[in-house]
């Protein structure tokens, strides 16, 4: 059983989730939630490293429905964390080989272009398809429309203006249109501005809302829309600003930019260390207790061509550690009748082969195989398979001595042995009495802005600690945690063998899988490692299969680097907000991150008053993001991360928030660009010139300054909430109403005349988007309610858990009685 457990403040109830045993699948296949049919997997690929071109390549998919990214997910592939609705249903990102391109393309997907290869991570234009489909029937009857939102935002290039619509309709078939006409300023005829058609969002086959494909460039601020339906609705609204906080300019005094150039793991925990030696009062470094595994590799040699007569051998020793010494030879004896043997001189094998009357060499490489494990000396150093569990029938030919070799091609400066990962702790009082905030980078090894970012943030926060009143309220109020590199030895073998690398370099495959040619494929997904809401629970997104790009490891928590971050936030219980920093995509997400396929059973949503919250205080990081160089994250790439993503089973923003309260947020830095001239979004990728990767760097540390202002204004909040009750609706037999509350917090009420208490039902939201929900009573009711916020301060000083009569009562009439 494993426990989720609801924000200590709300002092709710332990719920828990059973954790039903993973079956154990063919490699072949990928476990799915209860009920759901399974999928055949794609057979992951042999890639070879950037150095040894084979057409490897970030590409375009195109499939119709959220369906076909689940189903992408349960085949293995490596996809991005990515998403964007295009003409024709959803486009995702994948990492593939040609020979998987074909293979997906046989099984009817939609394949395209590339955005880059192994050879130029840089962005790659792509043409952005105009074509939307024609549906002319008409749906019967008037359909009601409700807005969740309409916004404009400027962002690049040079300020350029953006509209976001995202509407709700009653009549969710596929036969129903919804269209969008606007304003060109105050005053002036909606439809002046232009129209739009609007797409449906659907997500594992169920209807969310309709939006455009991406924000719609503007040329003069609309003030209103009007959207109508083909079922006869239509709603017309105001259309506020995104991002409209103004924010204070810096210090003129304050530096920032201190990277230069992308940095490896080995770079970036040396300039964490040098940080700390420079300000031994204001840090200290944390050895997290896990090491990893090590940027190292056992030493392997292959015999033969890829057919199934050849074999491998591996070493028991990491190459580093005596394996790349190790050399084996098949040696003819060149004599009639030859007993196949085996011989060992210090780190040289010999295998004689057998021959027969003729002369000829008889051994099978199964035989090969059984002799090298059979002999005391070679098996000591050694072991050997046959080619992916091939039976091995085939004669072996002789091969002079070759030498095992750990591929690896880091220089020297790159240790090979266990990493010592560490946590910068920076804070003036680093005694457990402030607030908490965790900030992490680097999960996913490709993705090399990431550490970037953790590194600029720390360097800001201690370089202008003496001279900028803003950045030394931060520090001495608050106690801040930075992980620069949670997976150091992936993000090492990215940086140098194969830059797709997005798993660690654990491999849990058996002899069948790991030849020297799947040396690409091996590895856990570190963001799916992790214990609540995983793949092992039934929830989608993680993958079985050792060679999947989502791997989820042979169990949870089974992987150091997952539990180094569960150690920390466990050790330092004062930590209360946390943010997860990926590329790419330009998104904003929070909890919860995970589903079931069956139904789309997400975690439990996070209540009303923390979505609020949560939403609120996006509103100030985003604007920091946004003040170093006008980059503004879409509207509908902010929110849950099963609302404007997909399901990510087993990922560390859903165990910090369930298991320990934490507020936790993902970045994923790389905001699409939008090209004024063509009218189309280039992406990114994971490894952009550095150019664009040193501003990706400079604006999200941007937004995780803005993280530790939110952090800071929460440890300052001694002020209760306020709220009051709003009828909404009335008529001769009903009343409906809501509650109305100052700040972002929780209203619990009763309606039976008892006293509210934190087991009380709590106000929910009336859908997604949809704000607060209204309630209805059909008898004049006695209404008592309190409220609290994400602090904890209860409206009126309030004790719910004592005899106090501090809460709030209102007593709602029916039908004039």
Not at 345 to 354: F, I, M, R
Not at 435 to 445: K, M, R, T, W
Not at 451 to 459: I, K, M, S
Not at 723 to 730: A, C, E, I, K, P
């Amino acid at each position: 059983m494993r426990m989720i457990r609801k924000p200590a403040w709300a002092k709710v109830r332990r719920r828990w989730l059973a954790l039903p045993l993973a079956l154990m699948l063919c490699l072949a296949l990928i476990p799915v939630a209860s009920g759901a049919v399974t999928q055949p997997g794609l057979v992951p690929p042999d890639r070879k490293s950037s150095f040894e071109q084979d057409g490897v390549a970030l590409v375009r998919i195109v499939v119709p429905d959220q369906a076909g990214i689940d189903r992408l997910q349960r085949m293995g592939v490596d996809l991005a964390e990515y998403t964007k609705p295009v003409a024709g249903g959803i486009e995702v990102n994948a990492v593939l080989s040609p020979q998987e391109s074909a293979d997906l393309k046989a099984k009817g997907f939609d394949v395209r272009g590339a955005i880059a290869d192994q050879a130029d991570a840089a962005k790659v234009r792509r043409q952005r398809s105009q074509a939307l489909n024609s549906l002319a029937a008409q749906a019967q009857g008037t359909d009601t429309l409700t807005a969740l939102r309409a916004e404009w935002f400027t962002s690049l290039p040079d300020g350029q203006r953006f509209l976001n619509v995202e509407v709700k309709t009653s009549d969710s078939s596929a036969t129903n249109i919804l269209t969008v006409a606007w304003d060109s300023g105050r005053g002036t005829e909606i439809g002046s501005g232009g129209t739009a058609t609007m797409s449906r969002f659907t997500d594992d086959g169920q209807y969310m809302y309709d939006r455009f494909n991406s924000p719609l460039p503007v040329n003069v601020t609309p003030s209103k829309v009007r959207i109508t339906s083909t079922s006869g609705g239509s709603v017309t609204v105001s259309v506020t600003k995104w991002l409209g906080e103004p924010r204070k300019k810096p210090n003129p005094h304050y530096v920032s930019d201190f990277v230069d150039h992308y940095m490896d793991p080995e770079e970036v925990y040396q300039r964490i260390d040098s940080l700390a030696k420079e300000f031994p009062e204001l840090t200290q470094l944390i050895n997290l207790p896990y090491k990893t595994n090590g940027y190292r590799r056992a030493a392997q040699a292959q015999f033969g061509t890829a057919a199934a007569s050849t074999f491998y051998v591996s070493s028991k020793a990491y190459g580093s550690d005596g394996g790349n010494d190790i050399s084996v030879a098949l040696e003819n004896p060149g004599s009639a009748g030859a007993a196949l043997s085996v011989s060992v001189t210090g780190k040289n094998v010999v295998v004689h082969l057998a021959t027969d009357a003729s002369g000829q060499v008889t051994s099978t490489a199964a035989q090969v195989v059984a002799a090298l494990g059979a002999d005391p000396a070679a098996a000591k150093q050694l072991t050997a398979s046959t080619y992916r569990g091939d039976a091995g029938a085939g004669v072996v030919a002789a091969a002079p001595a070759t030498r095992l070799s750990d591929g690896l091609k880091a220089p020297a400066s790159v240790k090979r042995q266990p990493f010592q990962v560490q946590a910068l702790r920076i804070g003036a009082k680093r005694n457990g009495s402030r607030p908490g905030v965790f900030l992490y980078c680097q999960e996913h090894a490709r993705e090399w802005v990431t550490p970037l970012t953790c590194v600029e943030t720390a360097e800001r926060l201690l370089r202008n600690y003496q001279h900028d009143p803003a950045t030394r309220k931060l520090v001495d109020n608050l106690d801040i945690f930075v992980v620069p590199s949670v997976n150091p030895d992936g993000a090492n073998y990215s940086m140098y063998d194969y830059n797709f690398q997005r798993r660690n370099m654990t491999n849990y495959c058996g002899p069948a899988d790991s030849d020297p040619a799947r040396r690409n494929a091996w590895g856990v997904d570190v963001n799916r490692n992790f214990s609540v809401g995983s793949s092992f629970d039934g929830y989608s997104g993680g993958s079985a299969n050792c060679r999947g790009e989502t791997y989820s490891g042979p169990s949870e928590l089974s992987e150091p680097e997952a539990k180094n971050e569960v150690w920390l936030t466990q050790k330092y219980s004062n930590i209360k907000f946390a943010m997860n920093t990926h590329s790419y995509g330009g998104y904003f997400m929070w909890p919860p991150g995970a589903y079931k396929l069956d139904g789309r059973q997400t975690l439990p949503p996070v209540d009303l008053g923390t979505e609020t919250y949560f939403w609120s205080a996006s509103a100030h990081i985003l604007n920091a993001v946004q003040q170093w160089r006008g980059t503004a994250i879409w509207p509908g790439r902010t929110g849950p991360v099963t609302d404007v993503l997909y399901s990510a089973a087993g990922n560390s923003a859903d165990e910090a928030w369930y298991d320990q309260g934490i507020i936790g947020w993902d970045f994923e830095v790389g905001a699409d660009k939008y090209d004024a001239q063509t009218g189309e979004y280039d992406e990114v990728g994971f490894q952009p010139d550095f150019a664009e990767g040193h501003e990706e760097a400079m604006e999200f540390a941007n937004g995780q300054i803005g993280i530790l202002e939110v952090a800071l204004a929460y440890s300052k909040d001694k002020k209760d909430p306020r709220s009051s009750l709003s009828v909404t609706g009335q008529d001769a037999s009903s009343t409906k109403f809501t509650f109305k509350v100052n700040e972002p917090a929780t209203v619990y009420y009763t309606l039976d005349g008892s006293r509210p208490t934190l087991k009380s039902p709590k106000l929910e939201a009336a859908g997604l988007r949809e704000g607060a929900e209204s309630l209805t009573v059909d008898k004049t009711t006695d209404v008592r309610w309190f409220s609290v916020d994400i602090a904890g301060n209860v409206e009126n000083n309030y004790r719910p858990d004592g005899r106090h009569t501090g809460y709030r009562h209102e007593v709602v009439r029916v039908g004039g009685h």
